[in-house]
Every structure is written in C-alpha cells, then in structure tokens.
Nanobody
C-alpha cells in the first residue's frame, strides 16, 4: 500500500508564497501521475494541478493558473506545489493525489490520497 505524505502548509499573508511537498512511500513512482486538489470549508473539492510521471505536461485549475507551479523529478516519488501571490480564497486543505490515470486526479477520483495539509491565507 502506497502512502502519500504532504508537508509545507501553514499560515501566510495575502501576496505571500508557500511550497507544498508530497512524498510517496516508495523509492520510485513510475507510471503514476501526481497532483493536488483542495477543499475549502463548505465547498466541493477542487482540482489544483497535476503532472505526469515523467515530470512534464503540467496542468492547472483555472483559479491558480499563472500563480501556482507543480513540479516533479522524472519518475520521482515527490511532487511539489509552489504557490505564489496567494489570496484569501486559496485557503483550504490541500490534498496530494496519485493515479496511473491522470484524468482521475483531475476528476477527484484518484486511487491514492494524502491526509491533507492546511493552507491559510490571511487578508
């Protein structure tokens, strides 16, 4: 059973930056796309970003394009989410997800999930 562990969440002011990390409990994670979703209180889970298992072809949700960057070393077991110009509406629990089918990450139906890390952006 693969475990995903997120880190890097916290409290930041509007306009600030944070970097989230998510590590899989295996040395290599070939063939698995990885990505991030988030859920704010009272709202549905929202797709944030995803990247292929080779570390290319990133995709983003509309609300974070141009501000967030997802990255990963080719076939590596860790995915990162660099978040810049943070806004109060980015406040949410951020979840790492992984699946061999990348579309499942975007759909919120990935096979593997982390426990989530809280990001709070103060105004």
């Amino acid at each position: 059973q693969v475990r995903l562990t997120e880190s890097g969440g916290g409290l930041v002011q509007t306009g600030g930056s944070l970097t989230l990390s998510c590590a899989a409990s295996v040395r290599t994670f070939s063939n698995y796309a990885m990505g991030w979703l988030r859920q704010a209180p009272g709202k549905e889970r929202e797709f944030v970003a995803a990247i292929s298992w080779t570390g290319v072809n990133p995709s983003y949700g509309d609300s974070v394009k141009g501000r967030f960057t997802v990255s990963r070393r080719s076939t590596g077991n860790t995915v990162y989410l660099q978040m810049n110009n943070l806004k109060p509406e980015d406040t949410a629990v951020y979840y790492c997800a992984a699946d061999m089918d990348r579309s499942k990450i975007q759909a919120g139906t990935a096979g593997y999930w982390g426990q989530g890390t809280q990001v709070t952006v103060s105004s």
